[in-house]
């Protein structure tokens, strides 16, 4: 079982629609979360870390449920440039990271 | 306020030659990290680092690689008599002391003929 696991999609969502990605994490000793954003080809962007009491940027919010071991992103009002893979990110104690292999989304005009 | 810088964005070897792969940290940031990415897949954690010392090198392969974060310097990730299954992106990333995200640098994609 993969440490940290995601839905790959992709999904297909109008402009102005509302989209929501899980990622479910294996070890309940993570501490720490984060959403990344990657463009094809380019190097992945921290998006934002994910806190326990939940935490809101402009259109994206995500959320973090220990008790079930999962994480989301939800995106409010999707831009044609919000097009792009998300990583979900798990930190366990340290500084390593082990990322997801990521949720593609396509924003369609 | 130069981000994390990666060289060479691109290179070619032959099966068997040396590979070496550079990075600079975000001016500030103590702790670098090497990820390797094949196409449509994720992140594969390799080696953290801190100013030289290997802190976790538990996702490198035992033979043939090796990474170093010198005191002064880039840190380096060298990877010898390289096989065709050594073409990804190999991306660098760093951050300061503390419970923060990583900035990555541009990566570098190797490709093996």
């Known amino acids: 079982r993969k440490e940290v696991e995601q839905d790959p999609g992709p999904f297909n969502v109008p402009e102005g629609a509302t989209v929501a990605f899980n990622c479910t994490y294996s070890n309940s000793a993570s501490q720490s979360f984060f959403w990344y954003r990657q463009d094809c080809r380019k190097e992945p962007k921290l998006l934002m870390s994910?806190?326990?009491s939940g935490n809101e940027d402009g259109r994206f919010t995500a959320q973090l449920n220990r008790a079930s071991q999962y994480i989301s992103l939800l995106i409010r009002d999707s831009k044609l440039s919000d097009s792009a893979t998300y990583l979900c990110a798990c930190r366990t104690g340290g500084f390593k990271t082990i990322f997801g292999a990521g949720t593609r989304l396509f924003v369609k005009a | 306020n130069a981000g994390v810088m990666q060289n060479p964005r691109h290179l070619v070897r032959r099966r068997g030659q040396e590979a070496r792969l550079r990075c600079s940290p975000v001016?500030?940031?103590?702790?670098v990290y090497w990820y390797r990415q094949l196409p449509e897949e994720g992140l594969k954690f390799m080696v953290y680092l801190q100013k030289e010392n290997i802190i976790d090198e538990s996702g490198m392969p035992k033979e043939r690689f090796s990474a170093e974060f010198p005191k002064e310097g880039p840190s380096i990730l060298r990877i010898q008599q390289v096989v065709r299954g050594d073409s990804a992106a190999y991306f660098c990333a760093s951050s300061p002391e503390g419970d923060y995200g990583y900035t990555f640098g541009s990566g570098t994609r190797l490709t093996v003929v």
């Open positions: 001016k500030g940031h103590s702790h």
């Open positions: 994910v806190y326990s």
